[in-house]
């Protein structure tokens, strides 16, 4: 589905990743985890075509993407949620959908939304409210369900458990290993919550420094706890 192959990246002058190379297959749930300031959320920026590929390739299901500007490719299927940028709190939630789908047809864009209404009934009941009145819990529920609206096939999540309760973060964790399940679309998720993502993905990768320093199975992290200390050192 995605292949990221020695890739290159940074800000203007400024390297950032270094020779990264990371697989996401069809339907996996994928955890890119490591300390701040690794590179994580230049990966996906880089993925989803806001700064460009300095060296190496980007593939969607075999095509490079690399030069593709961000609505390009939504059009192929790769969605975005970045960190910290949850919803428009002056909005409603239909328009926060709304902005989801235009990048679609306008009848095909009502259509998803509606079945986004369906998939998640706490946005149905307050379609109509502002955005920025739903707790931190529904309002990633939102930020979800917009990045679903053009129906992807890779789903980018940067910290989706950012300001969530505690609490909460399992129920948006598990609502996230749901979708991947029903809607058949690949996750691509960096997180700091590692614990709780690690119930839910199939593989994780970790960075340091810009280059992957750990590549394995949740299993192996859940089981060696110095380890999982380790990558974040
Ligand atoms: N817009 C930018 N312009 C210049 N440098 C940037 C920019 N965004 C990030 N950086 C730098 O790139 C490096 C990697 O940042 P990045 O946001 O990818 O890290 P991260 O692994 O996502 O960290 P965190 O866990 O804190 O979110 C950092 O040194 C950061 O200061
Ligand atoms: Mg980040």
Redesign the pocket.
């Known amino acids: 589905m995605l292949a990221i192959k020695e890739l290159e990246t940074?800000?203007?002058k400024?390297q950032?990743v270094f020779g990264l190379s990371l697989d996401v297959r069809e339907g996996e749930i994928v955890t890119l985890i490591?300390?701040?300031?690794?590179?994580?959320?230049?990966?996906l920026?880089a993925v989803c075509g806001l700064i460009p590929v300095w060296k190496g390739q980007i593939r969607l299901n075999g095509t490079p993407t690399n030069g593709s500007t961000p609505a390009q490719n939504v059009a192929r299927g790769i969605t975005f949620a970045p960190?910290g940028n949850r919803v428009f709190a002056d909005l409603t939630v239909m328009e926060n959908l709304e902005i989801g789908g235009y990048p679609l047809p306008r009848r095909e864009a009502k259509e998803r939304i509606a079945h986004m209404l369906e998939l998640f009934p706490v946005l149905k009941e307050r379609a109509r409210q502002d955005a920025g009145r739903l707790s931190g819990g529904e309002q990633q529920m939102l930020a979800l369900a917009r990045a679903l609206v053009p129906k992807p096939k890779l789903l980018m999540l940067?910290?989706p458990s950012l300001g969530l309760a505690p609490n909460l973060v399992a129920t948006v964790f598990k609502r996230i290993a749901d979708i991947s399940r029903d809607a058949g679309v690949a996750i691509l998720i960096?997180e700091?919550k590692v614990r709780q993502v690690l119930d839910i993905c199939h593989r994780v990768y970790s960075?340091k420094l810009g280059k992957i320093a750990f590549e394995g199975q949740p299993e192996e992290l859940k089981e060696d706890k110095a380890k999982l200390k380790d990558l974040f050192l």
């Open positions: 940074g800000y203007g400024k950032v490591g300390p701040n300031g690794a590179g994580k959320s230049t990966v920026k960190q940067d910290e960096v700091q960075m």
